[in-house]
């Protein structure tokens, strides 16, 4: 049978994950010290866990209502109020998704119809473009620079905005290169923004982990942005929640039902008992979020002197769990400095064009990982640059 005729040509015509090639490849292999994967080494805080285990213990394992359970939503809103000035009403302006994945894929199939075009700043997590390359809108990329912090200018959007621009995708904290967005320069955008009909899906699943000393600012807390922004979070990074699978969508009214409807067909509602765990992280957790917070800051600092050190010029993050150094000074592509470093030393990164073809030239590091691990992946780097005489 040949399924090339059978399967959907938009599906084929969509690349593999290019972090889960490496991922996959460390896995088959000893002795390798992957940091190629976003996910936090610590465990879930005890009252999270704890939560969810009174949760099966009593039984509250039936399904909640679509859009999550009501409790839930109350402690979100409280806790978007109180962190980040934001007001969403738990009756109608958000839901609570499987991931924050799952709310970023309800958005841009319910905003974009075929031809329309969505403007991904890179380089951004792998997952924008594909899901808006299976709803046969156009990707339009806008690559943002070290020079810049990575941060999306507002000259740079300019340019991208054509009469078919329905949606920009607004990754910061970014995933992979830890850049953020000032309130000054978010007023930028919306200052280029105000007036359009276009649409912004604002991916903060890192708001809480930022290192300058300013809270994280949403574009949606801006005058006139509220309307015209769908924010997304969840708990995974956090609140070290991965497996739990959850996340969650606010925005107006209008467009939330919309994805609600989409949700409600293809999901039903999100776990019970992770949405049980997930009411007391909101409630009791904000000190277990400083002292990640601070643990990932050491990594951070770690991670990035011992970078330049050798060599590999590091953008200093300013937020995420992610360095994003230069291999350019190596003569190799992303893809070979990622192969030999894990055949060579048993260290697994990610090329950075996985993230946008604006990233190659780069790997993407994760320092979500101890420091025992880290600091013998940085010798096991070192000692990789210089078997081929590359010195700082």
């Known amino acids: 049978m040949d ?21 996959d490849l460390a896995a088959e292999m000893e002795n390798v010290i992957s940091l190629g994967v976003g996910e936090p080494d610590f ?6 866990r704890r939560a969810g285990i009174r949760s099966l213990e009593e039984g509250r394992t039936w399904y909640t209502a679509n859009a999550g359970l009501k409790e839930l939503k109350i402690e979100i809103s409280r806790y978007l109020k109180r962190r980040f000035e934001l007001e969403y009403s738990p009756d109608d302006e958000m839901f609570v998704t499987v991931g924050g994945s799952e ?29 808006a390359q299976m709803s046969q809108a156009k990707v339009v990329p806008i690559a943002t620079k070290a020079e810049n912090g990575f941060s999306l200018t507002a000259q740079e959007l300019r ?21 953020v967005m000032t309130r000054a320069q978010l007023e930028e955008i919306a200052q280029v923004l105000r007036g359009t009909d276009i649409m912004v899906l604002s991916d903060e699943i890192y708001a809480e982990l930022t290192y300058t000393g300013e809270p994280h600012v949403s574009l949606a ?11 997304v979070n969840g708990f995974s990074k956090a609140y070290a929640m991965t497996g739990w699978r959850l996340g969650y969508a606010c925005g107006p009214q209008p467009v939330i039902s919309q994805m609600l409807k989409m949700h409600q067909f293809a999901i039903m509602c999100a776990p019970t008992v992770s949405q049980m765990a997930a009411v007391e992280a909101m409630r009791s957790c904000d000190e277990a979020i400083q002292e990640m917070r601070d643990e990932y800051n050491m990594r951070r600092r770690l991670m990035v002197d011992r970078l330049n050190k050798m060599g590999l010029t590091c953008f200093e993050p300013r937020g995420a769990f992610y360095v994003f150094p230069s291999i350019r000074i190596t003569g190799m592509t ?12 048993r260290v697994a990164v990610v090329p950075g064009d996985a993230f946008g073809a604006c990233g190659e030239g780069h790997v993407r590091i994760s320092y979500s990982y101890s420091m025992e691990h880290l600091t013998e992946a940085l010798h096991r780097i070192e000692a990789f640059l210089k078997e081929r005489g590359i010195h700082a």
Request: hydrophobic share 40%.
């Open 3 to 23: 399924y090339s005729r059978i399967l959907s040509r938009t599906i084929q015509e969509v690349k593999p994950s290019g972090i889960r090639k490496f991922f």
């Open 43 to 48: 465990k879930t805080p005890w009252p999270v």
């Open 103 to 131: 709310a970023i894929d309800m958005c841009i199939r319910t905003l974009v119809n075929p031809g329309d075009e969505v403007m991904v700043v890179q380089p951004s997590f792998v997952c924008y473009g594909p899901i």
């Open 159 to 179: 340019e991208a905005i054509t009469p078919k621009s329905k949606l920009l995708i607004l990754p910061f904290p970014s995933n992979p290169t830890g850049g």
């Open 221 to 231: 807390s801006l005058p006139g942005m509220w309307e015209r922004t769908i924010v």
């Open 334 to 345: 992303s893809a070979e400095f990622c192969e030999a470093l894990l055949h060579s030393k």
